[in-house]
């Protein structure tokens, strides 16, 4: 009878190696199925999930998604006939939005330079419904010195009436706290140095004395930026912004929509980015109007810092208006 131990002993070799090979596979494919968790943890963390049913009031739609080029160019190719046409608008009281276009009362003797050029600089907070209103009419202004290559949709915090608005920056909406420092502006008249107070979207309105900003600059030109907002001492609250040689201590404007709120949910809050953005460019409500003649305050404050020479001071609605505020 042939001796089969070498042969039981063989296959007993092939089922070990089998077996080993089989475990080695279990090992291989569990480690690449650990690392997809961990991948799809470690985004999750960088990416809260948006809600699957979001609602006006509490949403978080395309937030921290820049403009498309057709949303961009609303805002960098703005007609200047709708600054000089809502500058007229506001000079002969037909808004229905409170524009604040009184003489400014806080004014400095210097403007603050950087690289020779005058600055635009402002401090807020991703949370604040005043700043996300404002930062359309900020926005626009801006536009007529230079253009953004980028902007942000955004949104104030569920606590503060979700409004959509401009993020300037990617801001972070779900750190504890942060500053948004920096953008994406150029101009060959004036720069901007924009700095958002960053704290969770969910919650309600958040921000930081300016101290605060001073520490957290993250270059020297912020620090000084930050610096010099506070030693004015002025500081109420936000939107805190100058331009060219003034303080304003507060938004231009109060719009936030075509009625004027009569319950605690304000027009606005019921808007999209979409409609927001299709109501400047039609420029044909009330929206519309003031949002532009809240710009238009903004563009008045800073032209005599530029010696009226870009094309927009030289709009007769903004020369009214400059005569009209004293500046």
Request: charged content about 15%.
């Amino acid at each position: 009878m042939p001796d089969r131990k070498p042969k039981s002993k063989a296959r007993h070799i092939n089922q070990s190696v089998a077996e080993l090979s089989r475990q080695k596979n279990y090992y291989k494919w569990s480690s690449i199925v650990l690392l997809i968790i961990v991948i799809i943890l470690a985004f999750s963390i960088a990416n809260p999930l948006k809600p699957a049913n979001e609602h006006f009031g509490s949403r978080l739609t395309n937030i921290d998604v820049p403009f498309s080029p057709q949303y961009l160019s609303i805002i960098n190719n703005a007609p200047n006939s709708y600054f000089n046409t809502a500058a007229l608008k506001l000079l002969n009281g037909s808004l229905t939005d409170e524009i604040i276009d009184t003489p400014p009362t806080l004014k400095s003797n210097n403007t603050f330079v950087v690289n020779g050029k005058p600055s635009v600089i402002y401090i807020g907070a991703i949370s604040c419904v005043f700043c996300g209103e404002n930062r359309w009419a900020m926005a626009l202004a801006l536009s007529r010195f230079g253009n953004f290559s980028k902007l942000y949709e955004g949104y104030s915090s569920f606590g503060d009436h979700d409004v959509p608005t401009i993020y300037w920056n990617n801001d972070n909406y779900t750190i504890p706290e942060g500053v948004g420092f920096g953008n994406y502006y150029s101009s060959k008249y004036v720069n901007f140095i924009s700095a958002d107070y960053e704290s969770p979207i969910v919650d309600g309105f958040e921000v930081q004395p300016l101290s605060y900003f001073v520490s957290q600059a993250p270059n020297a030109t912020y620090k000084s930026a930050m610096s010099f907002m506070n030693s004015t001492n002025d500081f109420q609250g936000t939107p805190f912004t100058f331009w060219g040689k003034v303080l304003v201590p507060g938004a231009t404007g109060i719009v936030f929509g075509n009625t004027t709120p009569d319950t605690s949910t304000l027009p606005l809050t019921n808007e999209t980015h979409a409609q927001v953005l299709s109501q400047l460019k039609n420029f044909n409500d009330q929206f519309a109007w003031g949002e532009y003649a809240a710009a238009d305050v903004y563009v008045a404050y800073l032209c005599p810092s530029l010696n009226n020479t870009p094309p927009v001071c030289q709009l007769q609605g903004i020369k009214d208006l400059e005569s009209a505020m004293g500046v």
